[in-house]
């Protein structure tokens, strides 16, 4: 139902950035929180940033400073700059949505809670080297 798509990664000199961008489609109620996430080889996955509904944000303390998440609701993306990249930052990134969905439910429980799915990109290759 929903997908999300990343796109921006590349190869980077250390020092360089990148933007990474995420594009949610497809059907769902609300979006609430988005994140991005790193995975490199043989390390499990990491929480790099997350932005709420609301505009609140909160980063890794390896990445602050460095990075700033931002979201548009009217596009329904996600978005990471990534300034002073080190070799450190090589990565899979992967977009991350917490989404909202109507409860199926709600024709006969009309103030039923929404139901909560996790929807995830597919990965977007980070390359930090000289």
């Known amino acids: 139902q929903v997908r999300l798509v990343e796109s921006g990664g590349g190869l980077v000199q250390p020092g360089g950035s990148l933007r990474l961008s995420c594009a949610a489609s497809?059907?769902?109620?609300?979006?609430?929180?988005m994140a991005w996430y790193r995975q490199a080889p043989g390390k499990q996955r990491e929480l790099v940033a997350s932005?709420?509904?609301?505009?609140?944000?909160n980063y890794v303390e390896n990445v602050e400073g460095r990075f700033t998440i931002s979201r548009d609701d009217e596009k329904n993306t996600v978005t990471l700059q990534m300034n002073s990249l080190g070799p450190e930052d090589t990565a899979v990134y992967l977009c991350?949505?917490?989404?909202?969905?109507?409860?199926?439910?709600?024709?006969?429980?009309?103030?039923?809670?929404?139901?909560?799915?996790?929807?995830w990109g597919q990965g977007t290759q980070v390359t930090v080297s000289s």
């Open positions: 932005i709420s509904e609301d505009g609140r944000t």
């Open positions: 497809g059907t769902f109620f609300r979006i609430s929180a």
């Open positions: 991350h949505a917490d989404i909202l969905q109507k409860s199926p439910y709600i024709k006969v429980i009309p103030n039923a809670p929404v139901v909560r799915e996790d929807a």
